[in-house]
């Protein structure tokens, strides 16, 4: 099989059919499914069949061309498209990029005629929403690749030591990853660079996926229990720290996944640089507060069960806990923006404040 770039695309032999990586079983299982409806695609959001805020929003998109291919009666009308754009977007709360997308392409259906273009219109829609995530994230290659050679100068060469959480690479973006960007493109040039990767439980995007994507790009990396970002920052093990987000406030406040609010004190109290790489399209124009941010609560089972590959080659899933002990599983926090110290966007770096944002991205919305 080709080396896979992207976790989703439009089946090339087959209309009305989307394809995805099914994130779930990587690393030990490279397994593709096919979607053949918007049920199809809610499901496969809502279980992290796909996952990561860029790629949410590329299937949320796909889901309405799914959606067109198969109104009831072969009739494409507003209230069935707008029945399944709000499906779309009760998939998962916090990822804004849901919304934006299913929103974004719900406009573009309204005032077409009533009849198959509708459909040739929303797989336009969708393919231009995916290449332009990947190209945002090019870019962001671009703007935050300086900010390691200019530690890679200082440390003569030795390698950049780059902490990341959960997994913001190209299977959460469509192409390149947002935290992983700047990385990929650093590690293209020949910096040396050496990534902590936060296992991020309890779903182990960190151990799991960043881990599988930094060995297939050939990156050097470590993975590390959850706690162990502290003490690596007080012993200097740690040059800056790259995350990626499911929801920034236009005041520059951030959701990411559980446990990033801690990595952030962290750098904070060590004086370690903590960048938030994202493109416009995670960016929520309406909220002003990071605490007005809706966190996403799972099934409490995520946090009693791990699953992974056992010595006969089998995937389980095992309890840890005591059988009876309640466990309660909130998937993300929101790292104040006086935390933050910048934001690595697809126009360059910015503060991460409202005035930051706002010269970047002057008439406050994705670019
Ligand atoms: O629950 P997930 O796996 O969808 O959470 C993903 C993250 O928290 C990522 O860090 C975030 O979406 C940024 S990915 C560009």
């Given amino acids: 099989m080709q080396a896979l770039t992207r976790p989703i695309w439009p089946h090339p032999e087959k209309a009305g059919v989307v394809q995805v990586i099914d994130q779930r079983l990587l690393p030990h299982t490279l397994k593709i499914l096919d979607l053949h409806s918007v049920e199809d695609a809610i499901e496969a959001i809502y279980t992290l069949t796909v996952r990561g805020a860029p790629l949410i929003g590329a299937s949320a998109a796909w889901g309405m061309y799914l959606a067109a291919c198969t109104a009831p009666g072969g009739r494409i009308s507003n209230e069935w498209m707008e029945e399944s754009c709000e ?164 005041t520059g406040d951030v959701a990411n996944k559980i446990g990033t609010y801690l990595k952030a004190l962290a750098a904070k109290d060590n004086g370690v640089p903590f960048y938030v790489a994202l493109p416009s399209s995670t960016i929520d124009w309406t909220l002003e507060k990071g605490r007005e941010i809706p966190i996403e609560t799972r099934n409490p089972d995520e946090v009693r069960y791990v699953q992974g590959k056992d010595d006969a080659g089998e995937t389980r899933r095992v309890l840890v806990p005591p059988e009876n002990s309640p466990a309660m599983d909130f998937a993300f926090d929101v790292t104040p923006a006086r935390l933050v110290t910048g934001l690595i966007t697809e126009k360059g770096v910015c503060p991460a404040t409202k005035e930051g944002i706002a010269a970047l991205f002057p008439l406050g919305k994705a670019g």
């Avoid at 997308?101 to 969708?126: F, K």
């Avoid at 290659?141 to 950049?160: D, S, T």
């Avoid at 790009?217 to 229990?225: L, R």
């Fill in 87 to 250: 499906k779309i977007k009760a998939a998962r709360p916090t990822a804004v990029n849901l919304a934006w997308a299913a929103d974004l392409l719900m406009e573009r259906v309204r005032h077409l005629p009533e009849d198959e273009t509708r459909i040739s219109a929303m797989y336009a829609a969708a393919a231009t929403i995916t290449d332009a995530e990947a190209e945002r994230c090019r870019f962001i290659g671009e703007y935050g690749l300086p900010l390691i050679r200019k530690i890679a100068e200082e440390k003569n060469g030795k390698p950049v030591n780059i902490l990341t959480h959960c997994n913001a690479g190209w299977l959460a973006c469509v192409e390149y990853g947002t935290a992983t960007a700047p990385v990929y493109a650093a590690h293209r040039e020949g910096i040396a660079v050496h990534v902590w990767v936060d296992e991020t439980r309890p779903l182990n995007q960190g151990s799991r996926l960043t881990a599988w994507e930094l060995g297939q790009a050939g990156v050097e990396h470590t993975i590390i229990a959850d706690n162990t970002g502290g003490h690596l920052m007080q012993q200097g093990m740690v040059d800056m720290v790259i995350v990626g987000t499911d929801r920034t406030t236009y």
